[in-house]
């Protein structure tokens, strides 16, 4: 099991930024894939955004595409989710989860995160006021 832990949420105005970070004490992430999710409640999970092992192909959602930008340090074992541009429809729990391949086109809408491939983190809070 890789366990990930989710930082950097917490509340902002509309048109801040907060910065996600997913860092893992396990065995290292640097051959798996790795993709940000986020639901809110009541709603279906859906994938914000992804990258491939080696950081070259990324995913975005339309709805955040031109605002969040992903990336990953494979030798701190990290991936990360800038967020800029922050309006009130980002406000949602946000998931990091690795150990898929290819999560766009395997997971791009899951009924519940965290989900059951691959590893999870516990999710942490973003909320944007208007």
């Known amino acids: 099991e890789v366990p990930l832990v989710e930082s950097g949420g917490g509340s902002v105005q509309a048109g801040g930024s907060l910065r996600l970070s997913c860092t893992t004490s396990?065995?290292?992430?640097?051959?798996?894939?790795m993709a940000w999710y986020r639901q809110v409640p009541g709603s279906e999970c859906v994938l914000v955004s992804s990258i491939s092992s080696g950081g070259v192909a990324t995913y975005y959602d339309y709805s955040v595409k031109g605002r969040f930008t992903i990336s990953r340090d494979n030798a701190k074992n990290a991936a990360y989710l800038q967020m800029n541009s922050l309006t009130p429809e980002d406000t949602a729990v946000y998931y990091c989860?690795?150990?898929?391949?290819?999560?766009?086109?395997?997971?791009?809408?899951?009924?519940?995160?965290?989900?059951?491939?691959?590893?999870w983190g516990m999710g942490t809070q973003v909320t944007v006021s208007s």
């Open positions: 396990g065995s290292g992430l640097g051959d798996s894939d």
């Open positions: 989860a690795a150990g898929v391949k290819d999560y766009p086109s395997l997971f791009r809408i899951l009924l519940e995160c965290p989900g059951s491939a691959g590893y």
